[in-house]
């Protein structure tokens, strides 16, 4: 099984800027966290969970929704097991939960991811 912890998520004002981190630990039988498309989703209460961002196995191919693309960029450090997002210009329709995710296919459904952390939560005052 593979298990992911999210960090970085606060309290900061319009315009700011925030890096979320998320570390991978674990191994699925034929898989390692290098192995796995990487992913950030948001949800905030009442709605269903959003896509943010993807990055693919090697780190080759990132994939952004609109509200992301321009202001948040998906990194990740396979020999250290971590995924980041590096959000600048925030605003308070940010105001989530984001989670981390991992996937044999990526792409921006939820449904292909298998493995989820439990979120951290970022909100943006106006």
């Known amino acids: 099984q593979m298990q992911l912890v999210e960090s970085g998520g606060g309290l900061v004002a319009t315009g700011d800027s925030l890096r979320l981190s998320c570390v991978a630990s674990?191994?699925?039988?034929?898989?390692?966290?290098?192995?796995?498309?990487v992913g950030w989703f948001r949800q905030v209460p009442g709605k269903e969970r959003e896509f943010v961002a993807s990055i693919s196995w090697i780190g080759g191919t990132t994939l952004y929704s609109d509200s992301a693309k321009g202001r948040f960029t998906i990194s990740r450090d396979n020999a250290k097991n971590m995924l980041d997002l590096q959000m600048n210009s925030l605003r308070p329709d940010d105001t989530a939960v984001y989670y981390c995710a991992a996937s044999t296919l990526g792409g921006p459904s939820a449904d292909e991811y298998e493995f989820w952390g439990q979120g951290t939560q970022v909100t943006v005052s106006s």
């Open positions: 674990g191994r699925t039988s034929t898989r390692t966290f290098s192995g796995f498309a």
